[in-house]
């Protein structure tokens, strides 16, 4: 008795191959038997015995019979696997299509949120260009004098419009950012001029706050390349974060160091409530606070850390927060250093 090979044959690709010939009526139920007790005598002596081979040893098949099973087999299954690609190529095309369609929508809501960001935008900046006019008349005494009291409410209706118009303005910026049409007038600036304006802007909310600010600047800053208004706009952005997530008796520091003679290195850095690692992808999200309940203790859109990386990005660099719960933040960008003759 011959003892089968190790070579691939057409009946190892063909399963259950009995139960064919027995539904094709060229064997019967106790044939199928006899040749899987056959078959299982073999494999006990060590034989790796296929159920087709067992038959023809004991005679109850044909090769030609055996071969043509085999092939009918091998045409359904293909015919079968042919059937499950066309349907599987179909649901691929209905899928790719729902997302198209879901993309094609979702880009028409991003273009009309960012159209009703700029419109109403727009239509808020008139209002409160009146409103801050008349105030400062009424500051001014050109429409009669003020009582002390009068004079309190008005310092605080001021700071309160200009909150609001610095509102208005992020959010013109992120409709003109989520449109692509954020354009940077390229200067040369004195970094060492604008850090200490922005820190020395920024130390009356830090003293309301009870939070130290300053600035740590290398001695011989080179002039570094970008738009004037943004950069100073971002640098304003960090500290402002830095102070309003920093418990009464914690510190900002607004870093400038000169890494090469290519780059300087700008950082903020405070010692405020920190934020899980897990969480940092966030703050770069539009309109999303950490805190999103209604009682949260930090005012805010959740639009500055967005916009301050969008600009930062079109100025050729790149963002890096640290940070660690409890503990502070660090958010740092390098500047190119503008080129000396």
Partial sequence: ????????????????????????????????KKALAYQQEEVVKGENMLIGQALLELNI??????????????????????????????????????????????????????NFISNISHELRTPLTHIKGYLELIVSGSLGSVTEEQAHALEVSQRSSSRLESLIEDLIMVSITSRGELTLKQDTLDIRRIAHLVVKGMEEKAEKREVSVHAVLDQNLPAVQGDNQK?????????????????????????????????????????????????????????????????????????????????????????DVKSVEGRGTTVKFPLLTVKTK
């Fill in 1 to 32: 008795m011959s003892t089968t090979s190790n070579k691939l044959t057409p009946e190892m690709l063909v399963p259950r191959l009995g139960d064919h010939l027995v539904n094709s009526g060229r064997i019967s139920e106790g044939d199928l």
């Fill in 61 to 114: 098949v044909t090769k030609e019979m055996l071969g043509q099973a085999v092939t009918e087999q091998i045409i359904q299954l293909r015919s079968a696997l042919q059937a499950t690609n066309r349907n599987l190529e179909q649901r691929v095309q209905e899928r790719t299509a729902e997302l198209q369609n879901a993309l094609s929508r979702l880009s028409e809501l991003s273009e009309l949120k960012a």
């Fill in 231 to 319: 950069i100073v706009w971002v640098i304003g952005q960090l500290l402002d974060n830095g102070i309003k997530f920093t418990p009464a008796g914690g510190r900002v520091i607004l870093r400038v160091e000169h890494e090469s003679e290519t780059l300087i290195t700008i950082s903020v850095t405070d010692t405020g409530i920190g934020i899980h690692p897990n969480r940092i992808k966030e703050i770069f999200e539009s309109f999303h606070q950490l805190d999103g309940t209604a009682t949260r203790h930090h005012g805010g859109m959740g639009l500055g850390l967005q916009l301050v990386r969008q600009i930062i990005e079109a100025h050729g660099s790149m963002l």
